[in-house]
């Protein structure tokens, strides 16, 4: 099992440019969540989704943040205007079971 | 409000025991998790109590007093691998898991 898969490993971009990050959860997993980590405010949810279905989204900071997953296998988070306060570590996990996650390497984002 | 508070960085030597304490305050619960996270790493699942009492895998065991809003994550016979962050999650709906801030556990030679 490769695990949870996220791409890209790092990126850099400008304020104002759009932002696509991308999850691949694990076969078999049903849910699927989104979650920001930064020195000052931790881990943070940002979204989760259940059969591919959107569940709760009240973490996702404001309307330049988008998710979306269209199969069972494949996850988008957008970021569009970024800001640099947006910088954070990103990750993905996915759960079968409801109490155990198991997270993706992570998404370090840069917005200069 | 809700809040999750366990102490930010614990200090001992190798095979020492460590225990990380985690009281809560949410609006709702469903049990507790505990995850490790090395520098620059994902955090890494390590154990889920729903309901009171202790469960032991290996060297960790986990607790949970659901009356107190209080759990603990004990590591006995530390080695140097276990320098890493833990953190502590409460469930407060299906799935969704509220992360405490951290402890950063330093294991000296």
């Known amino acids: 099992d490769a695990g949870v898969i996220q791409s890209p490993r790092h990126e850099v971009t400008e304020m104002g440019q759009e932002v696509t990050l991308r999850c691949k959860p694990i076969?078999?997993?049903?849910?699927l969540f989104w979650y920001r980590q930064t020195m000052m405010r931790g881990l943070e949810l940002l979204i989760y989704?259940?059969?591919?279905?959107?569940?709760?989204d009240s973490g996702m900071p404001e309307d330049r943040f988008s998710a979306k997953m269209p199969n069972a296998s494949f996850s988008t988070l957008k970021i569009q205007p970024s800001e640099p306060r947006d910088s954070a570590v990103y990750f993905c996990?996915?759960?079968?079971?409801?109490?155990?996650?198991?997270f993706g390497s992570g998404t370090r984002l840069t917005v200069v | 409000g809700q809040s999750l508070e366990q102490p930010s960085e614990v200090t001992a030597v190798e095979g020492a025991i460590v225990q990380i304490n985690c009281t809560y305050q949410?609006?709702?619960?469903?049990?507790l998790s505990w995850y490790q996270q090395h520098d620059g790493g994902a955090p890494t699942f390590l154990s889920y109590?729903?309901?009171?009492g202790l469960e032991e895998t290996g060297r960790f065991s986990s607790f949970l007093s659901r009356s107190d809003s209080y759990g603990y994550l004990l590591l006995q016979e530390l080695q140097m691998k276990d320098s890493a962050s833990y953190f502590c999650?409460?469930?407060?709906?299906?799935?969704?898991?509220?992360f405490g801030a951290g402890t950063q556990v330093v294991v000296t030679p």
């Open positions: 109590n729903a309901l009171d």
């Open positions: 076969s078999g997993h049903n849910s």
């Open positions: 949410t609006s709702g619960f469903y049990g």
């Open positions: 996990a996915s759960s079968s079971q409801g109490y155990g996650y198991t």
């Open positions: 989704f259940n059969n591919n279905v959107p569940i709760d």
């Open positions: 999650a409460v469930s407060v709906g299906w799935g969704k898991f509220q």
